[in-house]
Structure formats: C-alpha cells, structure tokens
C-alpha cells in the first residue's frame, strides 16, 4: 500500500500533501504539468523532507501518456489533485474547465481499472453545497446546482467517481470536500503562490502586506452577518494535508464500507472576512491597507463545515487556530520574497 501517486503534486495542497506523505513512510510519485505551479518546489520538498519524489511532467488530458506511465509503476493508491481552479475564470473559459477537470480523472479512472488500482482520493470542494440551508453544512446537505463551471466539474467529478466504484467489484474512493484551506508549512519553504493576481482572499492580504499589492478590497459589507461580510470555514493547509493520509489509511483498512464516502474537511468555526483581516493585522503586526468594495458575483454569504463525520470516520481534527494560518501564510509570503 506505499506507492501513491499524487496528481497535481506540486501545487499549492498537492505539495503539502506530498510532504506529509513522505513524513508517514510513503513511497510518492508526482505528476504535474506545471501549468499552475513550480519545478523549485521539487527542490524544496526535498529540502525539507530530504527526499525526492519520482516526478514525470506531463499533461493528464494525455491518455497514452496517463497509460504508459501506470504500466511502468506500481501504484496502490491515487490522490487525485490536478485541476484548474479559478472561479471566474471558469465563468469564462468553461470549456478549459470542462477539459482540465474532467478528462484527466477520466483517464486516472480508466487506466486505475486496467492495471487493478483501487483507491483514489478525490479532491472536491464545499462549493457542491452552494448557499446551504442549515449551517454547519454536514454531507447530508444535498448538492446544489453549481454556480460556476469549476463547481460543475466538482460534482460531475464526484458523480464520475461514484459511478466508476458503484460498476466495480472492488474499487473504492473517497471525495474530501474542502473549505477555505490557508497558510503553509512552519518551514515557510513551500505556500501559496498563484499565478498572476490572487482570487483568493489570503494570498492577496499577504501580497498587499508585503507591497506586491497596493490594496485589498473587501467584496461586500452589507451581508446578513454580524459584521456584514461573509463568513467561512478556513484551515490550515497543513491540516487538510494530513487528511489525504487518513483517508488512505482508512480505505485501506477497511473503513469505508459501502466503498464510496464523501468528507467535509474544514474546522467547524466560521470566520468573517473582517475578522481575517483583524487577526492578520494582530498577529502579524503590520498594518493593511483595505478598503470596501461592492460584492464579488457568486459568492454565499456564509458557510461553515460540520466535520465530525471526518473525526468520526477519519479520526481527523483540524488542530490550528487562525493565528497560526495566518501566520504561516505571512512567514511564506516573507520568505518567498527575500529570494
Ligand atoms: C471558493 C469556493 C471554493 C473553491 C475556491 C476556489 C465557495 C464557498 N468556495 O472559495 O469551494 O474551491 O473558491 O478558488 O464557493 N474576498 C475579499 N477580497 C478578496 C478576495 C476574497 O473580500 O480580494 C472574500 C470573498 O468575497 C469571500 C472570502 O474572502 O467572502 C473568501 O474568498 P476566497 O478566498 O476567494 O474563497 P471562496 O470564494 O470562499
């Protein structure tokens, strides 16, 4: 059970994953296309870890390619984290979207068949719950029409899974459906780093601290919120990370009885995008310059996980508090810099 093949090893959760995995003794293979991500974190992955993965770049959407490399390496498990993620981009390049999510897993599946590898973790979203009507969201919650095309993907993946697993004797899958995952590792050698302008609310806070930005906008003011912005669910990436290892585990040992099973990952507590911004500012004692902008299209307003499926389950707990993502995400950003 000690070879696993990370897809998308190199981004952001895929390289957190990778290091935890090395941690616990396994065997990693890496493929990545490096389409949003970075050959040094190879280099830094064994910097910290000491050791090296087996990397092979190459696009998944290949299938020979996706073939050849299963029928020279002996894989057990997959974690399957290799997708284009942007929101609004989907909105306008949906069929990228369609392509860089769909076909690959397609062919992951496909080739997982012909060589007899049963396991995969699959790397969804709390997104599939869209605005919930009960909060904390639970996986009971039903799956709500997407509001984007990456969110489509999302399902139509977890749908292509379930389907896969439910017309094979043996084959089993996990879905974890992530919340707001921020921060990086204590080493501050590896983080977030996207291409371009962030999106995402945590990268551009540290950008702005650090002057790459010259503002930070706050999308929205005026929610049904105590403090009017919008409310999630954020955990360290470190956290998450260890997750994917749990997983493994438990369908390996056994766990997952009916052979499918769907896990929220977040921490359970909901925080507000002003309340980011405080604590940023508190622990890492620098002043940020925000202002507040009109909403972002298509963002809920509040959404917060009910975890205690994956402690249950999983034996997994998010452990760090918000100080301390914060923290590790402005060591990085720091870090990352100075170079
Ligand atoms: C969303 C999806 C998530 C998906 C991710 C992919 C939901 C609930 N979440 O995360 O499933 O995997 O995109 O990227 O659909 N914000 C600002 N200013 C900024 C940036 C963000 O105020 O410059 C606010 C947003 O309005 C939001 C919060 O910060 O309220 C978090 O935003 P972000 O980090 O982009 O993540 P989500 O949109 O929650």
Redesign the pocket.
Known sequence: MKNILVTGGLGYIGSHTVLELIARGYEVFVIDNLSNSHIDTLDRIEKISGKRPAFFEFDLCDKDRVDKFFSQNQIDSVIHFAAS???GESMQVPLKYYRNNLLPLMNILEAMIAYNVDRIVFSS???VYGQPDKLPVDEKAPVQKA?SP??NTKQISEEMIADTVRASESMKAISLR?F?PIGAHESALIGELPIGT?????P?VTQTAIGVREQ?????DDYDTPDG??I?DYLHIVDLAEAHINAIEYMHDGGNKDRIGYFNLGTGRGYS?QEVVDEFEKVTEQKLNYKIGPR?EG??EE?YADPSLAEKELKWKAKRGLGEMLKSAWEWEKNYRKN
């Open positions: 993620k942007a929101v979203s709390c997104t509001e990456y969110g992530y707001n962030p999106n995402c609310l945590v551009y930070l906008t706050i999308h929205g912005t919008c999630r995008v972002r963002d809920v959404v």
